[in-house]
Nanobody
Framework: QVQLVESGGGLVQSGGSLRLSCAAS????????VGWIRQAPGKERESVAT????????GYADSVKGRFSISKDNVETTVYLQMNSLKPEDTAVYYC????????????WGRGTQVTVSS
């Protein structure tokens, strides 16, 4: 089992920045991929960023490239999502999720943290 707890959400003005944190516990993440997925009201879930725990390789949705950055802290077993140049359309609940490198779908999910960007 992997437990994921998000933090760092809040209200920010357009153009501002936030850093989300995802604290992981329960087992080693060496064979896992951790991602940030967001869901806005009335919209489908969108995977915004992923990171491979073992290699550190990252991936981003086109909608956030150049503005968001995902990183990890091996010691603290925490994944971060630095969000810059925020736009009102970034408003959503942001979830942290994890899956093994062999899985197609995410297995473990956090409860989410709300990000609201005002115009």
């Amino acid at each position: 089992q992997v437990q994921l707890v998000e933090s760092g959400g809040g209200l920010v003005q357009s153009g501002g920045s936030l850093r989300l944190s995802c604290a992981a516990s329960g087992r080693t993440l060496s064979s896992y991929i951790v991602g940030w997925i967001r869901q806005a009201p009335g919209k489908e879930r969108e995977s915004v960023a992923t990171i491979s725990w073992s290699s550190g390789s990252t991936g981003y949705a086109d909608s956030v490239k150049g503005r968001f950055s995902i990183s990890k802290d091996n010691v603290e077993t925490t994944v971060y999502l630095q969000m810059n140049s925020l736009k009102p359309e970034d408003t959503a609940v942001y979830y942290c999720a994890a899956r093994t490198i062999f899985a197609r779908n995410y297995t473990y999910w956090g409860r989410g943290t709300q990000v609201t960007v005002s115009s």
